[in-house]
């Protein structure tokens, strides 16, 4: 069944994909920016960054739009996001190595302290954010693409041109990290 935003998404994308319609063009853009720019965020900790990949999102999906196909309510929304998901993975590989992060033994025995999983509902999503966002970019990633995006192991490795046992171990070592950043907020605010 089809919704009533549902529809007006489908106007907007024939005004632009059969008149390039640059009201339609804006619309389409305030209706999504918001939520495209909290996804790119996910991946990209700078702010201006963020700011140029979603333009160059933007001018990707506009010039794509003809290439759309509707599947059903949501789907110009998931397919905006791969898009946005897409650019950030680019601008991140021009600036980092997925698979360069260090096996150091030493970060491993300090995550392996404290193995338990901390209760998260008793800290603040503003903090959860923040730890995440404080990983290293690799981990960042991995933890975003297969926690956020549902994405195999499989997928993440042909996505960031790494082994699959790179991504399956940098996502543990993320995990790990991630529990230590919360456990230990969580001992120093007694949450």
């Given at each position: 069944m089809t919704s009533v935003d549902d529809i007006s998404?489908?106007?907007l994308v024939a005004l632009i994909v059969d008149h390039g319609?640059?009201?339609?063009?804006?619309?389409?853009?305030?209706?999504?920016?918001?939520?495209?720019?909290a996804l790119c965020s996910r991946y990209v900790v700078d702010a201006d960054v963020v700011n140029d990949i979603l333009q160059e999102s933007f001018?990707?999906?506009?010039?794509?739009l003809p290439g759309f196909t509707h599947?059903?309510?949501?789907?110009?929304?998931?397919?905006?996001?791969?898009?946005?998901?897409n650019e950030s993975l680019k601008h991140l590989s021009h600036v980092s190595r997925f698979d360069s992060l260090p096996d150091d033994d030493r970060l491993v025995e300090?995550?392996?302290?404290?193995?338990?999983?901390?209760?998260?509902?008793?800290?603040?999503?503003?903090?959860?954010?923040?730890a995440i966002m404080s990983l290293p970019v690799g981990y960042?990633?991995?933890?975003?693409?297969?926690?956020?995006?549902?994405?195999s192991h499989k997928e993440i490795a042909r996505m960031l041109n790494i082994k699959e046992n790179s991504s399956a171990s940098q996502?543990?070592?993320a995990k790990a990290l991630l529990a230590k950043k919360l456990n230990d907020y969580k001992s120093r605010n007694y949450v």
């Open positions: 998404e489908l106007k319609d640059r009201k339609a063009m804006e619309k389409l853009y305030r209706m999504h920016v918001g939520a495209l720019a001018l990707k999906i506009f010039s794509s599947r059903g309510a949501g789907s110009l929304r998931a397919w905006m996001s791969r898009i946005v998901i300090d995550m392996a302290v404290d193995q338990s999983s901390p209760d998260v509902m008793s800290i603040p999503l503003d903090v959860i954010q923040s960042r990633t991995i933890l975003n693409l297969y926690l956020f995006e549902n994405m996502y543990s070592r």
